[in-house]
């Protein structure tokens, strides 16, 4: 039948029923061209065999549209190696369903690259835990995209290790959430440069653990940042942040913020 089938044209390819399509032996599948590849529907992906799937290099894999593809199955997904994972479009590992995304083994997380991960959704990020976020490259973590980095579980961001901490960018770490924010440790929060604390939003500060940020850093945030602190929040610095607080972050503070200091720690501020 393997000359028969790679001599259908795609048209023909598309019209052939699942049941054909199951009947398909390796070799037929490992017959076809990539125009009768593209020709696929998700039906017809969904009845090859896994041993068809298994043979498939990623440029056959590439050709299969992005729609298609999502017609794998469990156990067809599960097969593929590392070198077919990392061989797929971003279209098309953007285009996998969360249920198909949260299928990948370790290994086929692994294997993705910077320019799949940063077409990745919110959805698919947040089926990721520590374990498997701890798999990404630094340059991965910073090709997730800020719109889609709100999907990531603050747990899991919180099991980052510093070195790809520091690689979240600017505008990464202004898309943070509150809960994102707040499960940062001091030596993560420690890699922000003064550019990133800055960038930090006042909604997000509303998580933060004000006693995990050193002094140094908290004088570098904002007037605007500083005042956003709620009363608790201000009322838990140490007597070292407040000395750190310079005249512009002194200027914004609200009477609640004031009201929350003794006059030992209103003494520490600069008469600079």
């Not at 440790?185 to 890699?191: H, P, V």
Request: proline share 0%; hydrophobic share 45%.
């Amino acid at each position: 039948m393997t000359t028969i089938i790679s001599s259908l044209s795609a048209t023909q390819i598309s019209k052939l029923s699942t049941t054909t399509i199951a009947a398909l032996t390796s070799e037929d599948v490992n017959a076809l061209n990539s125009s009768q590849l593209k020709a696929l529907s998700s039906a017809q992906v969904a009845a090859l065999s896994t041993d068809s799937i298994a043979l498939l290099d990623s440029d056959d894999l590439r050709a299969i549209s992005a729609t298609a593809l999502k017609g794998l199955k469990p156990d067809q997904l599960e097969i593929l190696g590392s070198s077919q994972i990392s061989g797929l479009s971003q279209a098309q590992v953007t285009a996998l369903y969360t249920s198909q995304f949260a299928a990948l083994s370790t290994e086929q997380l692994t294997a993705l690259t910077s320019t799949q991960v940063s077409g990745l959704s919110s959805a698919q990020l947040a089926t990721l835990d520590s374990a498997e976020l701890a798999l990404f490259a630094t340059d991965e973590i910073a090709a997730i995209s800020s719109k889609a980095i709100a999907g990531l579980a603050a747990e899991a961001i919180a099991g980052l290790t510093t070195d790809k901490i520091e690689a979240l960018t600017k505008t990464q770490i202004a898309s943070f959430s509150s809960a994102q924010l707040g499960s940062l440790s001091s030596d993560q929060l420690a890699t922000f440069s003064s550019d990133e604390l800055k960038a930090i939003s006042t909604k997000a500060l509303a998580g933060l653990d004000v006693t995990k940020l050193s002094s140094d850093n908290l004088a570098l945030l904002s007037k605007t940042q500083i005042a956003a602190f709620s009363s608790a929040q201000f009322a838990n610095l140490s007597s070292d942040q407040v000395a750190a607080l310079t005249s512009d972050q002194i200027s914004g503070l609200s009477a609640a913020q004031l009201s929350t200091l003794d006059s030992a720690e209103l003494a520490l501020f600069s008469t600079d």
